[in-house]
């Protein structure tokens, strides 16, 4: 009965190639959110989407790409990986955008070589 | 320019005494502070919270202080316990709209490490 749950957990992969993380919450929450914790250990809000709209979108590199097939699923496609990009990234969830409390999945720990 | 910060990358307590965290943020637009807790291999989870217009809330155990003028907020842990021990992240956010609107800043985080 999790939450907000997150595939895979670790990703290990090599300079260049392109990753997909997937996300789902099944709270029935309207709002979805990627976040990725640097190495400074700062939480960063990258995106955002609302009823499967992007309503946040960061100054992110656009080899990152999120797509949210429907409101309980988003997910984080990556292209060509660089080193800066290894991070551990986390999906929330809210009932609603304005809604104050965010819930968070497990991580999935990202490691570029 | 990280807008929110916790100074203190660690702290440790006994067990039963008082654990005080600090956050200090820069963004006067911000109006309401959230504390997070995060175990090991899991994500942050919801703590507690404040608005703006207050100055103190508490649940239980758990008491933020938050001071506007000084633009500092404080988690106090009374009694703490073993299981307590995790990384505290304090958050704000701005409701009344603007550019930061709906979007939670965080600070670094803070390992507290309560002795038994």
């Known amino acids: 009965d999790t939450a907000v749950s997150q595939t895979p957990k670790y990703l290990v992969t090599q300079m260049g190639n392109d990753k997909s993380i997937k996300c789902e919450q099944n709270l029935g929450h309207d709002t979805m959110y990627w976040y990725k914790q640097d190495s400074k250990k700062f939480l960063k809000i990258m995106f955002s989407y609302n009823n499967k709209e992007l309503i946040i979108n960061e100054t992110v590199p656009n080899r990152f790409s999120p797509k949210s097939p429907d409101k309980a699923h988003l997910n984080l496609h990556i292209n060509s990986l660089e080193l800066g990009d290894s991070a551990v990234y986390f999906c929330?969830?809210?009932?609603?955008?304005?809604?104050?409390?965010?819930?968070f999945g497990p991580g999935t720990r990202l490691t570029v070589l | 320019d990280q807008q929110v910060k916790q100074n203190s990358p660690s702290l440790s307590v006994q067990e039963g005494r008082i654990s005080i965290l600090n956050c200090d943020y820069t963004n006067s637009m911000f109006d309401y502070f959230l504390w997070y807790k995060k175990y090991p291999a899991e994500g942050p989870t919801f703590l507690i919270s404040i608005s703006s217009i207050k100055d103190k809330n508490e649940d239980g155990r758990f008491t933020v202080f938050l001071n506007k003028s000084a633009k500092h907020l404080s988690l106090h842990i009374v009694p703490s316990q073993p299981g307590d021990s995790a990384v505290y992240f304090c958050?704000?956010?701005?409701?009344?709209?603007?550019?930061?609107?709906?979007?939670?800043?965080f600070g670094q985080g803070t390992i507290l490490t309560v002795h038994p």
């Open positions: 958050a704000a956010k701005r409701r009344a709209g603007g550019t930061s609107y709906g979007k939670l800043t």
């Open positions: 929330a969830s809210s009932q609603q955008f304005d809604t104050d409390t965010q819930y």
